[in-house]
């Protein structure tokens, strides 16, 4: 329970850093990086789920009602803090346990692949709520490909500042 | 019943996932739905407030667009003063007072989705209503689709469901203007009847007939069209002048007399 709070406080963090900061940035004049769903990434893997995806789900209704988009922050936010455990299945060294897995410890290049598929299909979930078309988001492909990439370099960035390796 | 109540209960995390994306998906169709515009006014109140405060820390960003803003409507305003003295003994083109102008300014705006949205920190309090008109010294912004005591959500010309009434310039032939979904600035009219004088480069403005933004604001430049196969009218593809990404000052279009036009449409 105590680590949860510790990642409630965290996802405040990158909640007021999206809505106050990342939110007005505009790249370019378009693009904006998604980091909120950071705290979402390193959540434990089994430890608690239902308790993640409630988190997961009032975090992405919170920036849902600060930027008027229904629930589809609040889907996406699920929808990746679920399938996680899926990508690990597939990724992880078939000796290892999934209960053991500990995102924090995982090397630096496994963990950059993981949060680019994830920011990834975050992306291309929040463009395809909104479009509810498969012609509208294909179109939308270079500003998701884009986004992602700054949202990557984001993550990675603070992913650096909080489990840096040159600390352990 | 206790076998599928433990086999409930080894799903667990299973059905709470679902659960939660289908409260998501229920609350994304609610809230694309064009019909659900009255309720929420709470959400659009906590909105505004939390974007206000964030939009106060950008605006210093951008006091000097603002500024020139200002000074080119003032410029626009002067001309206008000039004119109408001129013109004193000419009929004015609407009844006098028929519009009234509030200012306001735009606290959050999105130009990325294809249902686009933005709120504007003029809400009941400042006599802003539902289905008033929204612009900018540029031209058109969007439509107030419902109001809170401070604060009111636009939608945004950039929004896939929004259709507003719009002329060729000079004539009276009129058709609906849609965003593409394609750009920022790129729009296209629909309906525009096939005998209308088109060529590239004319300026589409708004027509005037919905009640709820005048005859004749600019919207943008054609840059190109074609015929419509078997429907006798013609797609125009434009260019706004309007930069949706980067809004400041709007004003809210006010017409006293919508409700009397209304009244005789039915």
Redesign the interface.
């Known amino acids: 329970m105590r680590h949860h709070i510790e990642y409630i406080l965290l996802l405040s963090v990158f909640l007021i850093l999206q809505i106050i900061w990342f939110n007005h940035i505009r790249l370019f004049g378009y693009y904006t990086p998604i980091v909120f769903i950071y705290p979402l990434l390193i959540l434990p893997l089994l430890k608690n789920e239902s308790l993640n995806l409630l988190l997961a789900f009032f975090t992405g209704l919170f920036l849902d009602t600060i930027s008027n988009t229904g629930g589809i922050f609040a889907a996406t936010a699920v929808f990746i803090t679920y399938v996680r455990k899926i990508y690990f299945m597939i990724f992880k060294n078939p000796a290892q346990k999934l209960d053991y897995i500990q995102i924090a410890n995982i090397a630096i290049t496994q963990k950059i692949l993981y949060f680019s598929i994830f920011v990834l299909m975050a992306q291309i979930m929040i463009y395809a709520l909104d479009a509810f078309n498969i012609g509208l988001l294909i179109l939308k492909w270079k500003i998701i490909i884009i986004n992602t990439l700054i949202s990557i370099f984001f993550i990675v960035f603070f992913d650096l500042i909080f489990f840096n390796p040159a600390k352990k | 019943m206790i076998k599928l109540l433990k086999y409930l209960a080894s799903k667990?995390?299973f059905l709470?996932?679902v659960f939660?994306?289908l409260?998501?998906?229920?609350?994304?169709?609610?809230?694309?739905n064009y019909t659900q515009l009255k309720t929420h006014n709470y959400?659009?109140e906590?909105?505004g407030s939390?974007?206000k405060?964030?939009n106060i820390?950008?605006q210093y960003f951008y006091l000097k667009t603002y500024n020139d803003s200002l000074l080119k409507q003032n410029a626009n305003l002067l001309n206008q003063l000039q004119n109408r003295q001129q013109n004193a003994n000419n009929i004015p083109p609407t009844l006098p007072g028929q519009y009234q102008y509030i200012p306001a300014y735009v606290i959050?705006n999105?130009?990325?989705?294809?249902?686009n949205?933005l709120?504007i920190d003029k809400g009941e309090s400042s006599g802003v209503k539902p289905e008033t008109g929204v612009i900018t010294t540029n031209g058109i912004v969007g439509i107030v689709q419902k109001t809170s005591l401070h604060y009111a959500?636009v939608i945004s010309i950039l929004n896939k469901n929004l259709k507003i009434n719009v002329a060729l310039k000079n004539t009276n032939y009129s058709g609906f203007l849609q965003w593409t979904?394609?750009g920022?600035n790129r729009f296209e009219v629909i309906d525009l009847p096939v005998n209308a004088p088109i060529k590239k480069g004319d300026t589409i403005i708004t027509g005037g007939m919905s009640g709820i933004f005048p005859k004749g604001i600019p919207i943008g430049k054609i840059f190109g069209y074609r015929l419509v196969p078997g429907k006798k009218s013609y797609v125009i593809f434009i260019k706004s002048f309007s930069d949706m990404?980067?809004l400041g000052p709007v004003y809210v279009i006010k017409n006293r007399l919508k409700t009397e036009i209304d009244s005789l449409k039915l």
């Open positions: 667990q995390n709470v996932f939660l994306e409260i998501a998906l229920i609350l994304i169709i609610k809230t694309n959400q659009t906590i909105a939390i974007n405060i964030t820390i950008n959050s999105q130009y990325d989705l294809q249902h949205t709120l959500k979904g394609k920022t990404t980067n």
